[in-house]
């Protein structure tokens, strides 16, 4: 399989989930401004939507939109239980964090950045919903170590890969939701994040939290 990803972009999940899975895979880096891969290809003749990210399998289909990439990963290695399994109110619980994740936090995020031109004055707004988002994570993080209880899943990379973009939001993850950092801190402990982290050649999270203060 090969995964296309720009650094520090969403396709930390999948590169975390991939690792998880120790499935084999490669990564092809992209240039979201030029649209271009960086063997030269145009993105656009492998994602009309030109959005990673994409995960091209082996026959040559490509599976594109974060949710999807991350459930077909889990799926590939159900003894990983890195999902829950199909067809069970479980799943559709997962299913239910997945959705939360990709349009209430995912989506609340391109307004605080720059490339976007979104004007100045309508960021407070999109902060304070964006904050009481995270409040809600921050709350069932209190009662458990992961999303879906005790144990890893795919949902919680990709919580990991979007709530690295707090900075930019002006959003104090370790002042305001403790749980929620806690969080953080437990996922960059495990080797997929690490491996993940790596090669897109970013920094950890809490590190950066750290640098900052």
């Known amino acids: 399989m090969k995964l296309y990803y720009s650094s520090g972009a969403c396709g930390i999940s999948p590169n975390i989930a ?3 899975s120790g499935l084999d895979f490669d990564v092809v880096a ?3 401004k030029t649209k271009t891969t960086e063997d030269g290809r145009d ?7 030109g959005s990673i990210p994409v995960l ?4 040559g289909e490509t599976l594109t939109e974060g949710p999807a990439v991350l459930q077909y990963i889990a799926d590939q290695v159900p003894e990983k239980n890195l999902a829950p399994k199909n067809g069970t109110m479980e799943r559709y619980h997962f299913q239910e964090r997945l959705n939360f994740v ?5 989506k609340g995020f391109p307004i605080f950045f720059d490339v976007y031109g979104y004007p100045e004055e ?3 707004v999109a902060r304070d919903l964006l904050n009481r988002k995270f409040a809600y994570v921050n709350e069932i993080l209190g009662t458990q170590d992961y999303l879906m209880g005790d144990d890893f899943t795919v949902v919680d990379g990709y919580l990991y890969n979007v709530t690295r973009w ?3 939001a002006n959003i104090d993850v370790k002042a305001d939701h403790p749980n929620l950092y806690a969080f953080m801190e437990r996922m960059e402990q495990r080797p997929s994040v690490h ?6 050649k970013v920094e950890m999270f809490t590190e950066q939290q750290c640098c900052a203060a």
């Open 195 to 200: 491996n993940a982290l790596k090669m897109e």
């Open 102 to 106: 990709t349009s209430e936090l995912h």
């Open 30 to 32: 992209v240039d979201l």
């Open 43 to 49: 993105f656009y003749t492998i994602n009309k939507k």
């Open 122 to 124: 309508a960021k407070p």
């Open 56 to 59: 091209e399998l082996d026959n």
């Open 18 to 20: 991939l690792h998880e």
């Open 166 to 168: 707090t900075p930019a």
